[in-house]
């Protein structure tokens, strides 16, 4: 390989190896025909291949979609989501990709964080084993992974501009372990710098971070990728490690590459090591060689299997008063409520949304499973969407003798309708980006303007909600009733920030009412990405609350689906605080006041408030988001189908203002200081004694487990010697189960101040009634050490050390002290 990639950089001209450094388009890099370098395709990820349509780039590709990163890992079981990798690495290579951008390994650090759901968890040795996981999985296709975003992008808030302030011993302890395990244990192809400043350098740039850690310490081999338009500068960029910037076309390393190396200022060197390490990707992947091409992309029943079956293990049984789960066979009436029973929340938003081949609610799959067994009674409850409802064809016609559904679309090549179109077409969906490609190929160039023109046919007499978001300038029109507009107004460079503009108005059933939708490309649009979100409330019952508190009334048990989706928590803004939409934490008060059997299920990436509820309810099930299968996993929770297993991957703190970030985010002078240190998380409320509404690693099952005869070997260890732990799980239930054996270390005397406990290991097993596992564990000096800020190294200080293992980080069921001698 090597002999290869030295004869290709001999063959190349200077100019070449500079196209090669930059990318050709949003998700492809340059080829070089005359060598035979074909075009690298990359695509998002993590928890799904996301991917463009090789004929039309504003088009998605469905894909299967697996549980998000918190609910993979909350599954804790690394096995399990390795061969989830495996199965996305298999479905970006038949999709034509050689690169999937992910896993997202970044830390939780705030419970607010807006992609907190596409990463692990607040802690990095959980978070670590998940990354090398999942990589192992990826990469065992002949897929590259490319770890993201290194390093310290632990908030959406100001992301592109804030610089990430904190110690090295917080960033070796808690922000770097994800990388290093990536590079090092799992052989990761690519990395993925940050947007964000660290201690007021760009990741870009950072010479410190990309070359004298990534690369020179930990060893890395691949090429450092920017994170698209994450590239500020030309010399320091290149100067500092990073080898390819995207997308393309070239903002920093084109021309102004070429330039920098002919007047001497980057050395060619370092662009041939920029170049060897893009080749050395190709090569790997077998891009080189041509053989990532298009294959299979029909929904693989094997995938939709694993889909389930990590969607069961992910979701997690927080409280089971009663033993009112599982749902007993004597039930006879269920009242299925709240506005995601029959809206299936499974996943949030952002590069990572997958297009699913199919989702599942839960009210589909709990019809499905009970048949006719039990009455099963409906209500919404409340809404849940922050935008309105996305419009549909179903209730448009493109003529006025309802003939077909949709809107006619017409297309020109100017931002002022001028002119013949240069196509016309039926268009049935109203939601789109168009990111450095136009909406139709006929058009060339980045300014454009659509016209839709038809009919509106109100399904009921009411008040209709028109929702308008448009990056670019849009109107809306109901036969000649100006009703929503943003014409005029300043654009914003946040895609996701886009405000909706929204009206109220009455319509009436039987009348077809004719709509028209404008929107234009904006003169001098500071954002490369251009799109239209066009939205309807059909009428809505003053009601909705009181239905549903007389449906759980005659009920045996009231099962209330609430949580946030893809509008609460996505990439691009944090949320604006812990609680659940006002509406639904008043629904879940009202229907526990009449059911005392009432079952709360929570679809959300990250921990929300329930103190206002949680002592009024027998029973909570976090689903997270469990990806395309989310209403057969919870179907099969509830009715005892599938024995919960998974395990918190985050504290939930009874209140926001308990958490350790509370104090130092979001930023103040575009600087958010890591004031908490190595506190983070489950380490913070241990330190501060400050009791969680549920604990790290907390998760309930349908069976017991004892734990019996610790026993570590030897009590007194010296430097470099392992340390082997076992311990003894029975089950001491009447149902097959499965436990996460959780190990934590605690330093009872430290020169510097260190969390009263830290997880070092775990291991998930599956065990019968009455079977008993012995679990081992061996540990080493690595396990005990701390990064010493003086030294500026790991060190293990002899003394007295205790292993606590148990079922969560505050459920220890045994403990042992031993000694590290000098």
Request: charged letters at 25%; aromatic letters at 10%.
């Amino acid at each position: 390989m090597e002999k290869r990639i030295a004869r290709l950089l001999k063959e190349m001209t200077l100019e070449e190896k500079v196209s090669l450094v930059s990318g050709k388009d949003f998700w492809h890099t340059q080829n070089i025909d005359r060598l035979g370098i074909p075009s690298m395709k990359m695509t998002d990820g993590p928890y799904g291949c996301r991917t463009a349509s090789h004929l039309d780039p504003n088009e998605t590709l469905p894909a299967t979609c697996f549980p998000t990163g918190v609910g993979l890992a909350a599954t804790w079981n690394t096995e399990l989501v390795e061969k989830v990798g495996a199965a996305i690495g298999r479905e970006t290579r038949e999709r034509g990709c050689s690169i999937i951008l992910g896993p997202c390994v970044n830390i939780h650090r705030i419970p607010l964080g807006g992609r907190n759901f596409e990463s692990y968890s607040e802690d990095p040795y959980l978070s670590s084993r998940i990354t090398v996981a999942f990589i192992r999985g990826v990469q065992s296709q002949g897929t590259a992974a490319c770890v993201k975003h290194f390093a310290l992008n632990n908030q959406e808030h100001r992301r592109m501009t804030v610089s990430s302030e904190a110690w090295e011993r917080t960033m070796r302890e808690i922000y770097f372990p994800s990388f290093e395990k990536a590079v090092k244990e799992a052989g990761v192809l690519a990395v993925m710098c940050s947007y964000n400043k660290i201690n007021g350098i760009y990741s870009s740039e950072n010479r410190w971070l990309l070359t004298d850690i990534l690369k020179k310490e930990w060893g890395f081999e691949g090429p450092v990728i920017s994170d698209w338009f994450a590239t500020h500068s030309t010399v320091p960029a290149a100067s500092s490690g990073l080898d390819l910037e995207m997308p393309g076309p070239a903002l920093r390393f084109g021309n102004e590459l070429f330039e920098a190396v002919k007047r001497g200022d980057v050395p060619e060197e370092t662009v041939n090591e920029m170049v060897r390490r893009i080749l050395f990707v190709m090569v790997k992947t077998g891009t080189i060689d041509g053989s990532v091409k298009l294959g299979n992309l029909k929904s693989n029943p094997a995938h939709e299997r694993l889909a389930l079956e990590a969607a069961g293990e992910s979701i997690v049984l927080l409280k089971n008063e009663r033993n009112v789960l599982p749902i007993k066979k004597s039930i006879r009436s269920i009242a299925i409520i709240g506005p995601l029973a029959a809206r299936a929340a499974v996943q949030g938003g952002g590069s990572a949304q997958v297009e699913p081949y199919y989702t599942v609610s839960p009210l589909e799959a709990l019809k499905k499973k009970l048949d006719d067994k039990v009455k099963i009674t409906y209500e919404p409850g409340c809404l849940s969407n922050v935008y309105t409802s996305l419009l549909t064809a179903d209730y448009l016609t493109p003529s006025a003798d309802e003939k077909g559904n949709g809107l006619l679309g017409e297309y020109f090549g100017n931002n002022s309708f001028s002119g013949k179109p240069l196509i016309t077409k039926i268009d049935k969906k109203f939601k789109a980006h168009w990111i450095l490609a136009p909406p139709v190929p006929e058009i060339k160039g980045n300014t454009y303007s659509i016209r839709w023109t038809g009919f509106f046919n109100p399904p009921e007499t009411g008040k209709y909600k028109f929702g308008l978001a448009a990056i670019g300038w849009a109107r809306l029109y109901i036969g000649e009733k100006l009703v929503c507009t943003n014409w005029g107004e300043k654009i914003s460079t946040e895609v996701s920030m886009v405000e909706e503009k929204t009206a109220e108005i009455r319509l009436r059933s039987g009348k077809s009412y004719p709509i028209k939708i404008e929107y234009v490309t904006a003169p001098s649009m500071p954002s490369p990405v251009r799109g239209i979100r066009i939205g309807v409330d059909l009428p809505v019952p003053p009601d909705l609350q009181k239905r549903a508190v007389e449906a759980a009334v005659s009920a045996d048990i009231a099962i209330i689906f609430a949580g946030l989706t893809d509008e609460y928590e996505s990439e691009g803004f944090d949320r604006k605080n812990m609680d659940l939409p006002e509406e639904q934490a008043q629904l879940i008060q009202k229907v526990a006041e009449v059911n005392p059997n009432t079952i709360v299920v929570l679809n959300n990436g990250s921990p929300v408030t329930m103190k206002p509820w949680i002592d009024n309810v027998p029973a909570v099930v976090e689903a997270f988001f469990p990806g395309q299968e989310c209403g057969n996993a919870l179907a099969c929770i509830l009715l005892g189908e599938i024995n919960p297993s998974g395990k918190l991957p985050d504290t939930f703190p009874v209140r926001y203002e308990d958490n350790p970030s509370f104090l130092n985010y979001p930023d103040e002078a575009d600087k958010v200081l890591y004031g908490e240190g190595v506190f983070v998380g489950y380490r913070y409320y241990d330190a501060k004694k400050i009791e969680p509404l549920f604990p790290f690693g907390h998760g309930l099952s349908y069976t017991t487990f004892k734990y019996s005869n610790l026993n570590i070997n030897p009590l007194k260890v010296k430097k470099n010697e392992k340390i082997n732990v076992s311990i003894e799980i029975i089950n001491t239930g009447r149902r097959y189960g499965k436990e996460v054996v959780q190990l934590y270390v605690s330093d009872l005397a430290s020169k510097v101040a260190r969390p009263p406990r830290e997880l070092k290991a775990f291991t998930k097993i599956g065990l019968e009634p009455g079977e008993t596992k012995t679990v081992s564990f061996i540990l080493d000096e690595q396990t005990l050490s701390f990064w010493d800020m003086e030294s500026g190294g790991w060190v293990a200080e002899p003394g007295e050390f205790e292993i606590l293992v148990g079922s969560s980080s505050r459920d220890i069921r045994a403990k042992k002290k031993f000694e590290l001698v000098s």
